[in-house]
C-alpha cells in the first residue's frame, strides 16, 4: 500500500470548473528539486518548463517581458544556521523562454522574496549581523538560540539596478523597527530577527513588507525609512505574500501558527482594509483544519477576480471565487528530499519526499504570448492540439532547455 499520504489522496490536477477558473497557465518551482521550473495549463498539463543551473532559492514567476524571473540558491552563500538552508537565494536570474540567462544579480545573503521588477531592477531582503548592542535588544524568542556563532542575523531591503550595480535604495532594519515593540514570538529561534518573507513597492513608492517571527505586516515610508503602517499579531499570525490590491487593500497569506484566541491552527487568505484594519474578504476552507500550511504559502488576485492560493507546504495550489468556491485545483506531483542538493543541514529536519512550493503564480495567455505560439504551431508539428504530454516535457526539460 502507498505510505504516502498526500499520494494515496491523489495529485495532479484534482478538478476544474472552466466556466469559473481564470483561463491561462500555472508557474512554480518544486523546492526540493535540483532547479525545475513548471509551466501547467488548466488541464493540469505541463506546456514548458526551463532547467536551470541551481535549485530554487524561493519562488519562480513571469515577467512583463515573457521572460522569467527566478530566484535560485547562491552556490558560495555562507552556511549561518540550519534553516538559512531552506529559505535563502541569492542567484538572481530573468531567463529568456528558451532558458538564456539575460539578467544576473548575485547577494550571498539575500532570502526569500527576491522581487524582480518590471523596469528590470530588483527589491529583495538580505542579511547583516547584529551587533553585540543591537542584539541585546531584540526581544523573546528561545533563549539561547542565536546562530552557532553567537550572532543574531536581521533583515535588510535593497533596491538595486543589475545593469549599473548601483544601489538605488537601502533599509537597515534595526535603525527603524523597535524590537520591543515588535517582539519575536516565543517558539522562535533568535538566530534572524524579524524574518522578512515579502516585500514589495506600493502604488505610491512606499514599501510593504511581511515579518513573519513577530507576526506583522508593516508599510515603510521610502523618504524617511520609519514605519508608517502595521498590522500585529492580533489580526495575522506567521503569515506570508503581503500584496497590494487595486483599491489600496492588502492581502495576506495568515499561515495560521499559534494564532491569538484559536485552540487549533489553520490557514485562511485575507483582505485588509489599510484605514480600519479590518477583514474585508477572507478564504478559508469550510472544515478550516483542511487548510493549512504551517510555513510558506501565497495567495495571488487574478483578473477575473478569483484568488489563486498556494497552499506551500503540501504543494497544493487552487483558486477559489469571491464567494470562496474552489473553481481550480492541483496537487504538485514531484517529491524528493534534499538529499544531493548541498544542504546537509535539513537533511535530518525534512527527511521525508516532499512537494512543497514556495509560491506559484497563475498568467493569462496574453502575459505569455510566446507560449501561445508555441501551442499553437510547435516545434516539427509536436506541439498540435495545444497541450504537450508529459513523456515530452520530460525530454525537452533534461535537454533541450537546460542551461
Known sequence: MEQSTMLRRGVGLRGVVHDKASPGYMVFAHLTSPGIVKMVDNHGKEVHC?????????????????????????????????LWQKYRGGLMLEVDPAGNIVQQWEDPYAHHDQNHLDDGTLLYTTLQPLSPAEANTVKGGIPGSEAPDGKIYSDSIKHVDPRTGKTLWFWRLIDHVDPSVFPLQPHYTRDHYPLINSVSFLRDGNILASLRSVSAVIIISRKTGEVIWHLDSTVIAQQHHATELED???????????????????????????????????????????????????????ENGNTFITEAAHGRVFEVTKQGEIVWEYVVDSFATYEGLGAEELEGI?????????????????????????????????YGGGVVSVKLYEAECAVGWSL
Open 50 to 82: 526551463w532547467k536551470l543551473p541551481v535549485r530554487p532559492g524561493r519562488h519562480a514567476r513571469i515577467l512583463a517581458n515573457g521572460n522569467l524571473a527566478y530566484n535560485g540558491v547562491h552556490p558560495d552563500s555562507p552556511r549561518l544556521f540550519p
Open 350 to 382: 525534512f527527511d521525508y519526499p516532499a512537494n512543497a512550493v514556495f509560491r506559484a503564480y497563475k498568467y493569462l495567455p496574453e502575459q505569455v504570448p510566446w507560449l501561445t505560439e508555441k501551442l499553437a504551431g510547435g516545434r516539427d508539428g509536436q
Open 248 to 302: 489600496g487593500s492588502i492581502l495576506i497569506f495568515d499561515n495560521g501558527v499559534y494564532r491569538h484566541h484559536e485552540s487549533f491552527p489553520y490557514s485562511r487568505v485575507i483582505q485588509v482594509d489599510r484605514a480600519t484594519k479590518q477583514i474585508v474578504w477572507q478564504y478559508r476552507d469550510r472544515n478550516p483544519m483542511m487548510f493549512f500550511s504551517p510555513f510558506m504559502g501565497g495567495a495571488q488576485r487574478l
